[in-house]
């Protein structure tokens, strides 16, 4: 089992930033691609950016050129620095990682970590 812890949620302005975290611990095989979702209230989950274990990047449009998802490989660690903060972008965040067992992948959650921007 891997277990995924993150961090730095909280209540920001509009225009302003945030930096959240995700730890991935336990018993890692060979995690590939990571990534956050994020669910606001009355809303399904979304993807918010991913990335994979070769680096590359995947955003969702409403947040291109604001938000920059980065890993660490050696920490199994993936980061999401959000910036130019939208009220739209109020929503408890996600974090995952797909683990890899020989042919299978298992993709584990985070808990989520609440993100309010004010207008």
């Known amino acids: 089992q891997v277990q995924l812890v993150e961090s730095g949620g909280g209540l920001e302005q509009a225009g302003g930033s945030l930096k959240l975290s995700c730890a991935a611990s336990?018993?890692?095989?060979?995690?590939?691609?990571m990534g956050w979702y994020r669910q606001a209230p009355g809303k399904q989950r979304e993807l918010v950016a991913d990335?994979?274990?070769?680096?590359?990047?995947n955003y969702a449009d409403s947040v291109k050129g604001r938000f920059t998802i980065s890993r660490d490989d050696a920490k199994n660690t993936v980061t999401l620095q959000m910036n130019s903060l939208k009220p739209e972008d109020t929503a408890v965040y996600y974090c995952?990682?797909?683990?890899?067992?020989?042919?299978?992948?298992?993709?584990?959650w985070g808990q989520g970590t609440q993100v309010t921007v004010s207008s």
């Open positions: 995952y990682a797909d683990d890899r067992v020989r042919w299978v992948q298992n993709r584990y």
């Open positions: 990335v994979t274990d070769a680096g590359s990047t």
């Open positions: 336990g018993k890692i095989i060979s995690i590939t691609n």
